[in-house]
């Protein structure tokens, strides 16, 4: 009896552990499957994805002076004068400046584990400075200065300047004169000051435009040339829509005006090898709207640096023509408020609106231009503003122009 108790107990401890052996065994391996799957899913993610804790990846085909560590004295790299300064101006327009990329020891301080990446054909970051990423072809691309040189190359199609020029217009107009002569000889040069207090008015105008175009000059100018765009207009265009026209924007000076008083060995601050004096970081995030399609000026073949730099920064009207009209009889004041101009601050250099009162401003829709296309506006919400504005056409009208009126002046 006993034997049979002791037999059914062994029994049915053997069946017990059939059926809950399989059970123990599923549970661990899902546990074990699960465990991986958590383990995987921490330490892979897809193609593409991330994670908030990942530093973001950074891009070394690309310079920026804005990174901290790149923020640093001018001279720390750049330095003054460039052995090629010979060879990009020739004989007697050549002058000690700053006209090549810094060389590889100004790099290596800091990103020798970039330079000898196993990255083929050639590590990313020789794209900064090199034509091409290869270690057989060394040239280089073109130093954005001097701006002739850089702005007739396809490198300037995409480039924007990490800096803005601090500059005193309103200083430099009454320094500069009309009897003036730029020079460059070995014992150094100066502006002579010129007196404007026992001068007429429209005397001291007359001088202050003769001042400014002496920096300023009208760029590319159709003259008594009968082609009268930048490039050729297509055949069939209607005669409303916008094309380039030559004689658009002014020029802006450079380093070759600049140094003609601003020499090194010249007693007139800052002198030319004191780069931060005048080229400061422009701040960060803060983007400047203009008047500029790019698709547009694709469309039109417009590759020139110079106008490309120019109409990107119009923060006015898009579609002026400085040689447009009676524009070159007026005088620079009409327009721009000089002594107001602050280069580092994109808001004063915007001309306003009311600056047009002088003959695009009447009392109706017949008499100016302003008008009648604030009136096709309000009768039709959809239409676009072409006579001045190329993307700020589409916009709503600004309550700047509503008050440019002289219906909204008298109330």
């Given at each position: 009896m006993r034997y049979r108790a002791t037999a059914l107990a062994l029994l049915l401890l053997f069946a017990w552990l059939a059926f809950a052996s399989p059970r123990a065994n599923s549970n661990a391996i899902s546990s074990a499957v699960e465990e991986s799957q958590q383990r995987r899913s921490q330490t892979t993610r897809p193609r593409g994805a991330k994670t908030s804790s990942q530093p973001p990846k950074i891009n070394y085909t690309k310079f920026n002076h804005n990174t901290k560590a790149h923020q640093q004295e001018c001279s720390a790299c750049h330095k003054f004068p460039s052995p090629n300064w010979k060879d990009v101006r020739k004989d007697k327009e050549a002058f000690a400046d700053i006209t090549e990329y810094p060389q590889h020891p100004s790099c290596l301080k800091c990103h020798y584990e970039q330079f000898f990446a196993r990255e083929r054909p050639a590590p990313r970051i020789c794209s900064i400075c090199h034509v091409a990423v290869t270690p057989r072809y060394t040239e280089r691309k073109p130093f954005p200065n001097p701006p002739e040189i850089f702005n007739a190359s396809k490198w300037t199609q995409d480039f924007?300047?990490?800096?803005?020029?601090?500059?005193?217009?309103?200083t430099h107009v009454e320094l500069v004169g009309?009897?003036?002569?730029?020079?460059?000889?070995?014992?150094?040069?100066?502006?002579?000051?010129?007196?404007?207090?026992?001068?007429?008015?429209?005397?001291?105008?007359?001088?202050?435009?003769?001042?400014?175009?002496?920096?300023?000059?009208?760029?590319?100018?159709?003259?008594?040339?009968?082609?009268?765009?930048?490039?050729?207009?297509?055949?069939?265009?209607?005669?409303?829509?916008?094309?380039?026209?030559?004689?658009?924007?002014?020029?802006?000076?450079?380093?070759?005006?600049?140094?003609?008083?601003?020499?090194?060995?010249?007693?007139?601050?800052?002198?030319?090898?004191?780069?931060?004096?005048?080229?400061?970081?422009?701040?960060?995030?803060?983007?400047?709207?203009?008047?500029?399609?790019?698709?547009?000026?694709?469309?039109?073949?417009?590759?020139?640096?110079?106008?490309?730099?120019?109409?990107?920064?119009?923060?006015?009207?898009?579609?002026?023509?400085?040689?447009?009209?009676?524009?070159?009889?007026?005088?620079?004041?009409?327009?721009?408020?000089?002594?107001?101009?602050?280069?580092?601050?994109?808001?004063?250099?915007?001309?306003?609106?009311?600056?047009?009162d002088v003959c695009h401003i009447g009392e109706s829709a017949d008499e100016g231009v302003l008008n009648a296309e604030i009136e096709k506006r309000k009768a039709n919400p959809s239409f676009r503003c072409t006579k001045c504005h190329i993307t700020f056409g589409i916009e709503p009208i600004p309550e700047s122009h509503l008050k440019a009126l002289p219906k909204a002046k008298t109330k």
């Open positions: 924007i300047s990490d800096f803005r020029i601090s500059f005193s217009h309103d009309e009897n003036f002569e730029p020079n460059r000889k070995a014992e150094g040069s100066r502006f002579e000051r010129v007196s404007f207090t026992q001068q007429k008015q429209e005397k001291k105008a007359e001088d202050n435009d003769k001042s400014c175009a002496f920096c300023h000059q009208t760029y590319q100018p159709q003259g008594k040339d009968k082609e009268e765009f930048v490039t050729p207009r297509p055949k069939g265009l209607a005669d409303d829509r916008f094309w380039l026209k030559k004689g658009t924007f002014k020029t802006t000076p450079n380093h070759a005006t600049c140094f003609t008083c601003h020499a090194p060995e010249g007693d007139v601050k800052p002198t030319s090898n004191e780069c931060a004096a005048c080229h400061k970081l422009a701040p960060v995030g803060q983007t400047e709207r203009a008047d500029f399609d790019p698709k547009l000026a694709g469309v039109m073949g417009i590759t020139d640096g110079n106008i490309l730099t120019k109409w990107r920064r119009r923060s006015s009207s898009g579609t002026f023509r400085h040689e447009g009209g009676i524009h070159p009889d007026q005088s620079c004041a009409t327009c721009h408020k000089v002594s107001a101009i602050n280069m580092l601050d994109v808001k004063t250099l915007k001309v306003p609106v009311a600056a047009c």
